[in-house]
């Protein structure tokens, strides 16, 4: 997955990949087997090829062992996996305890309305693993219309659909002009893990 972020950020920023090789003194060779993921760049590649293509190191990190299945890629999760963002906190209200059986979460985010009862609770923590590919009817963390909402990804033969579990909740049924972003999966709860 490493591979494919670096050559869509590559192409989304017109960059040639011999003009890559030049601002990292990276053998171009050697950049075409990252972008095809017959490689991995080590940590020092990544942060040399993050700053050539002008983004932050640490979301592209988290793709690192990530791998995009055929279905993934034909539903075009690849373009909604962010790249140049980063988790903006207004709040340093408190830290909380990451479970032991949870070491890939980055961040615990609190459930704030029911869209996803019984299963999240209100008031309840979520932990995310960020810039996780995500299977079919996993729960996500998704950037939709400027608004973080969890929902669980449903692929269906004619749609995406974001969907609360609680039926009081409408489906986002979405189409290729919505705009979103998949920011995580939810891997746990600080009520155990979710399967």
């Known amino acids: 997955m490493i591979g494919n ?57 988290y793709t690192y062992d990530k791998v995009f299945t055929e279905e993934q890629k034909l539903n075009q999760m690849p373009e909604h996996i962010s790249y140049d963002k980063v988790l ?12 032991a059986e949870l070491p890939n979460a980055c961040l615990a985010v609190k459930i704030n309305d029911k869209s996803m009862a019984p299963r999240l609770e209100e008031g309840s923590f979520a932990f995310i693993e960020f810039n ?46 919505d705009q979103y972003n998949i920011i995580g999966k939810i891997i746990g709860t600080d009520k155990g893990l979710i399967f």
Request: charged share 30%; glycine share 2%; net charge positive.
């Open 88 to 99: 903006a906190v207004n709040s340093l209200d408190s830290f909380i305890k990451c479970p």
């Open 5 to 61: 972020m670096i050559s869509r950020v590559r192409n989304d920023r017109n960059i040639p990949k011999a003009e890559l090789s030049r601002r990292t003194n990276i053998n171009i060779g050697h950049l075409s087997h990252i972008e095809k993921e017959e490689r991995n760049p080590s940590h020092r590649a990544l942060k040399s090829i993050c700053r050539a293509l002008q983004i932050p190191y640490q979301p592209l990190m």
């Open 132 to 177: 996780t590919p995500l299977e079919n009817k996993d729960i996500g963390l998704f950037e939709y219309n400027g608004k973080l909402i969890i929902r669980r990804y449903v692929v269906r033969k004619d749609a995406l659909v974001l969907r609360a579990d609680n039926k009081e909740f409408s489906d986002i049924i979405l189409s290729e002009q």
